[in-house]
């Protein structure tokens, strides 16, 4: 059995969430905390938190029924650099950052034991210093803070940068892996289409154990597709999860 979910920033209204809500398919939906490398036009460019996804928006999605996916967009070298780490301050950072984002989390009301999912980007096989970053950012979320360690990542050829991340962190994380049915845009039916108002995504119930990478908890499957529900029509990443809470522990 698998469970939907939705991501999409910046955060959308009450109303919309509503509409995406009642009498559809979706259990959770992403929270956006920030960070360093969070969309920028939705990033106050002092604190690194995300502008639009407030408490006042995280006690509304929770009101409406929504479980929340929070999550921290870290330190890029995929697909193109953003403050990225090396590996003689890599620890630091990892390290920094985690603390960072707990906070961000405590900052929303985000309930102690969430997960909090690192975002890191990049279909190929990662760096020695952003496997270092990641590594040091779990330990420090699991040791530190009051949260638990999630990663979000590609699948990569194979699985193969999912893989390499989980056993870099010992699989001391929650594992939400990024593989596309269809190409950005498109949905899967019988074959890929492009998605509209009027011709929207499929929702697909995916066995996680037929993703590339098996031990994945989470998996988003189509990417700026089309939904519509309650006549709200909306641009969205979707995901399916192993279980109805993308906060639940799974290692």
Request: some cysteine; aromatic content about 12%.
């Amino acid at each position: 059995m698998s469970y939907q979910g939705f991501d999409k920033a910046p955060a959308i209204s009450k109303s919309t969430a509503e509409n995406m809500w009642n009498g559809t398919p979706f259990w959770w939906y992403g929270f956006y905390l920030g960070g360093p490398c969070y969309l920028s036009s939705d990033r106050d460019a002092s604190t690194r938190k995300a502008i639009s996804f407030t408490k006042q928006r995280h006690d509304e999605y929770k009101q409406i029924g929504y479980k929340l996916a929070y999550i921290y967009v870290g330190r890029q070298t995929q697909p193109s650099n953003c403050n990225a780490p090396t590996t003689s301050n890599a620890k630091t950072l990892g390290e920094s950052d985690a603390l960072e984002a707990a906070q961000f989390a405590s900052d929303i009301g985000a309930p102690s034991l969430s997960i909090i999912y690192l975002d890191v980007e990049g279909g190929n096989l990662h760096s020695d210093a952003m496997v270092e970053y990641v590594k040091a950012w779990v330990a420090k979320m699991n040791s530190s803070t009051a949260y638990w360690a999630g990663i979000y990542c590609s699948a990569g050829s194979q699985g193969a940068v999912a893989k390499q991340l989980d056993e870099a962190v010992g699989e001391r994380a929650n594992m939400w892996v990024a593989q596309y049915q269809c190409s950005s845009g498109k949905s899967y039916g019988t074959s890929c289409y492009t998605t509209s108002c009027t011709s929207t995504a499929s929702i697909n119930y995916l066995d996680l154990d037929d993703t590339s990478y098996s031990k994945a908890d989470m998996r988003q499957y189509a990417g700026n597709v089309h939904v519509k529900y309650n006549n709200e029509c909306l641009v969205v990443d979707l995901n399916v999860s192993r279980e109805t809470d993308p906060n639940k522990k799974l290692f």
